[in-house]
Structures are given as C-alpha cells and as structure tokens.
C-alpha cells in the first residue's frame, strides 16, 4: 500500500470532515473534500479543497471522477450523481443505494421492520392533513412523535406532539413518520465497523445525555451506566444491523433502552457520529481512523478502551451570534484529563456545534466532575455582533 497515492473523497467539510481528514494526514493520504467554502472546518487540513454543493449533480459527479474512494460526513448528498460514479466503477462508501434508504426516515423504519430488527412502531403520512384526519378518524392518538422523512438534524425535523395544543404549534409540514412516543430509560449509541472483507467491530456502547431545551446531546459517557448484559445486547444489535444493511465503513447505531428494558433502534449513520467523538482521546482506534480503515478494506484496529471518559459538545451560547471567542480555555486547559477540541467555525450561533471536550479519567464518575466544571467554564461567545435573540 502507497498511501499518498490513494485518493481519499470526502463530501462535506464540517467537523466530521476535519477530524476524518486529521486521521487521514497520520497515514499521509491524500484527502480531497468538497464543500462550500474553504473557510469550513476541513478545509485547513486537507490535501485539496475542491468549492462547490454536495447536494448538486453536477458538483459531486465532477469531484467523484477525481478520487479513488469516496465517502461523506453528511447523509443529505446527491445520491443520483453517487449513483452514477459507482456505476462508472468509483468505490463508495456507504454505497448509494444503502444510503437513500438512510437518508430518508421512512424508508429506514421500513427497512427495519422488512428485516426483523427491532424499532418503535409507526407509519407514514404524505403531509400534515393527512395526520390531522388520521386524529379525527380516530387511526391516529395522542402522544406520537412526528419526524419529517427528510428534512431534520440535530432534532430539527422532530416533533413531540402529546396534546391538540402540541397539534397546533409543534406539527411539521411534509411527508413524516410517525412512531408511537417511546417511554425512554436511556439513550444509547454503538458505533460499529465493516470493511469489504466483511470484516465487523463495535466500539463499547456509549450514554447520550441530552440538553432537553436544544434536544441536543450534551454529555456522552463511554462506559455507559447500563449492566453487561445491556451493553452486550446493544453492540450485537449494531453487528446485526450494518451486517442487514451490507455497508461498509463506520455505522452509529442509535438505540433507546426503554423502561421494560427493551433495545430499540431509533435511527443509523452511516458515518462518522457526534457519540464517537471520545475514541480520539480514550480508545485504541478513533472512529475517523476506523472509518478510513473500513473503506480502504484494511485491517480494523481494536475498538477497547483505553480509559473511561466523558464527552461535552461545545454548543454556541444563547443570546451570542457572531465571530466566535471562547472563554475559559486556560482554566480548562489546567484539568486533568481535558482533551479541548475546537472545530475553527468562523462565526457562532445559539446552540450551534463549535468543539467538543473529551475528559478522561480513572472512572466515568470522576470523568463527569471535570466534565461538568468544563461545562461551567468554557463557553462559546461572541465579541463581535452581540444579541439577544
Ligand atoms: N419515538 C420516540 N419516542 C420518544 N422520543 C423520541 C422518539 N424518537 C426520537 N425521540 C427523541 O428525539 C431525539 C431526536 O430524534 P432523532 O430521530 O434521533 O432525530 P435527529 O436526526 O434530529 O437526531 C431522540 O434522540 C430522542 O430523544
Ligand atoms: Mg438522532
């Protein structure tokens, strides 16, 4: 293997594709990303940064013809021009058509159901007035959870809707899924691999905490605080599902253990994922590296821990909108065990994903005392244009 030779596409340059093209430069491979400014995230630290649309035809078909294998940070890409490459004989990971059926919510809990792997129950609605006349008919009752199939992220496109009062200020517009509201004990994700050789490894199942006003992932515990057997269940449930879906490269499996201690799958990611973040810092392998391993079909490295750790996403502060400052980086940087991540977004918005901080420590519990000190301290503001929205 010549890796400077090997062309690596990534289409997306945001966090996902910085920290995929960081690993990359350790093998010295030759990554190519695509995306709409160099300015992104990826772009200081990748070989060539190509401008242009991952969602346009013509943008990622152009690009594809360059490179040697290409894979994605972002599911929301032009599967058709993936399509038409992989037909052309470029490698792609995850393969397209594994995609468009991840890339659209209804199509995955269909995809769950024709497999046999367990999910929350559900159905798909056309738009908004087809879900109202489910409620009077009666098909339809409160509480529910609506996802639009196509649109959402960061749990942008989901509403819970538990009362007509929900009805009327929370329901999304669009075709939707809808599932029955789970009664969740805790929320889980397994990070799992495969590499053409049909190769498979998971990494421990990690505890996803959420903020509940953002409903954005706010700490992220690997170990997880569930008993063996849990831990156990839910990785061989992230094997059976990139083995059902056939894919190569990384899969984050998100799962709800629910009250009656069921496993259930909430939804796939057919890359590199936020609840993978801590494996830089705290396991034998990252996910990055992982992933890069899964799609060039070389040996998968260990997944074991190194050490316990606990995960906070640096979210944008409220009220803060503008060129981007952090405060309280030096009293963080005297804690032990704090690995500061910062992914170099220009420009900060409320909630908005600036940085991620891995603790690691002895045990998760002493993980989370330093975790929650980070949190108090290090924040993500603005200097510049200042507002409270
Ligand atoms: N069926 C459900 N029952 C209860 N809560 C749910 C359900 N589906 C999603 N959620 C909650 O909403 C969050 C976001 O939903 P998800 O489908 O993962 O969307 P996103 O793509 O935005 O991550 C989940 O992490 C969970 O907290
Ligand atoms: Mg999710």
């Given at each position: 293997m010549n890796p400077t030779t090997i062309k690596t596409g990534i289409l997306g340059g945001g966090q996902l594709g910085k920290m995929l093209a960081l690993a990359a430069h350790n093998w010295d491979l030759d990554t190519w990303v695509l995306d709409q400014d160099k300015s992104f995230p990826a772009g200081p630290v990748c070989s060539h940064f190509v401008t242009g649309n991952f969602k346009d035809f013509e943008d990622v078909y152009a690009f594809g013809k360059q490179v040697d294998v290409l894979t994605i940070e972002?599911?929301?890409?032009n599967t058709d021009a993936l399509h038409k490459l992989a037909a052309e004989g470029v490698k792609i990971h995850p393969a397209p058509e594994k995609l468009n059926i991840i890339k659209d919510k209804g199509l995955q809990k269909q995809f769950y159901a024709d497999q046999g792997l367990p999910t929350s129950s559900f159905r798909l609605y056309s738009d908004e007035k087809e879900v109202r006349k489910a409620l009077q008919d009666g098909s339809l009752t409160f509480p529910f959870v609506q996802k639009s199939r196509t649109a959402g992220y960061d749990g942008r496109g989901v509403a819970v809707i538990k009362n007509p009062e929900h009805l009327e200020s929370r329901l999304l517009s669009g075709p939707c899924v809808i599932e029955e509201l789970v009664d969740i004990d805790k929320e889980l994700a397994v990070i799992v691999a495969r590499n053409e050789r049909g190769e498979v490894k998971s990494f421990p199942a990690v505890e996803m905490i959420f903020?509940?006003?953002?409903?954005?992932?706010e700490f992220l515990s690997c170990p997880a605080n569930v008993s063996r057997e849990v831990e156990e269940a839910a990785e061989q449930l992230a094997v059976r599902t990139i083995e059902a879906y056939g894919l190569c490269g990384l899969l984050a499996v998100e799962l709800f253990l629910t009250k009656s201690g069921e496993l259930l799958i909430n939804e796939v990611a057919p890359r590199p994922h936020n609840s993978g973040h801590h494996t830089i810092d705290?396991?034998?392998?990252?996910q990055f590296e992982q992933h890069l391993r899964a799609i060039l079909n070389l040996p998968l490295g260990s997944t074991e821990m190194k050490t316990a750790s606990v995960m906070v996403n640096l979210l944008g502060e409220e009220g803060h909108s503008g060129p981007v400052a952090y405060e309280g980086m030096e009293q963080c940087l005297s804690m032990k065990g704090v690995n500061v991540h910062l992914y170099g977004k220009k420009e900060t918005r409320p909630f908005r994903k600036m940085g991620h901080v891995t603790v690691v420590a002895d045990s998760v519990a002493a993980a989370f005392d330093i975790a929650r000190r980070v949190k108090e301290t290090l924040k993500v503001i603005s200097r510049g244009v200042e507002f409270k929205v």
């Open positions: 972002i599911e929301h890409v903020n509940p006003v953002a409903n954005l992932v705290s396991c034998y392998t990252s």
